[in-house]
């Protein structure tokens, strides 16, 4: 639903970065001018999900029976701490949404796909150390095909990254013996052998949110 909005966004601020260094006169007036609009869709996005995320709270906490999620579903979905993160997360608010799935975690240690999200932030701000260390770690725990591909598709990731070719293309063709269906080893198999191209992750993770 925001995919359009933020892409945008983000070729608006690209414009910015690229033109503002030279930019003299009324050209750079508005690039000043769409930096301030930015700035206030930003804020306003952030006030009102903040709101909203409230007011859902606030029901939760007053009604007898709250809305009950499918059984199939992993308990830790339903704590606060955990939507708040996923709701950060899909705004790309990455540093707040860990400490959101911090918060998570110390309710459900034992949470795979806690460690998952994360894993996935730390990723998504370049900080592959600390990714790698939470999806090594849930590595061995992993059952279910899909989040054991999704866990060697981010460390194909992580190692493609750091510059390690080779190592990269082995964690993304596991990852695609381990569920073929999954699209993002696919993609970036070919980006590592093309050397070209932008690397794919975590978005199966958005489907969730």
Wanted: with cysteine.
């Amino acid at each position: 639903m925001f995919q359009h909005v933020f892409a945008e966004m983000n070729n608006m601020l690209d414009e910015i970065v690229k033109h503002y260094p030279s930019a003299h006169g009324p050209r750079k007036q508005a690039l000043i001018h769409n930096w301030n609009m930015l700035k206030r869709m930003s804020e306003g996005i952030i006030d009102e999900w903040l709101r909203f995320e409230e007011r859902m709270a606030v029901f939760r906490e007053s009604v007898a029976s709250p809305p009950v999620f499918p059984p199939t579903e992993s308990p830790e979905m339903q704590l606060d701490a955990f939507i708040r993160g996923q709701g950060y997360y899909k705004l790309l608010m990455f540093r707040p949404a860990i400490s959101q799935f911090e918060a998570a975690a110390a309710v459900y240690p034992d949470s795979l796909l806690i460690r998952l999200y994360m894993a996935m932030a730390h990723l998504h701000l370049g900080e592959t150390s600390e990714a790698s260390g939470y999806l090594q770690s849930i590595l061995p725990l992993a059952d279910e095909k899909k989040l054991k591909a999704m866990i060697y598709n981010a460390l194909g990731c992580i190692q493609a990254l750091n510059g390690v070719t080779d190592k990269a293309s082995e964690y993304f063709t596991l990852a695609i013996q381990s569920d073929p269906t999954l699209p993002d080893p696919l993609i970036n198999l070919e980006v590592c052998h093309k050397k070209r191209g932008d690397l794919q992750y975590g978005s199966p993770l958005i489907s969730l949110l």
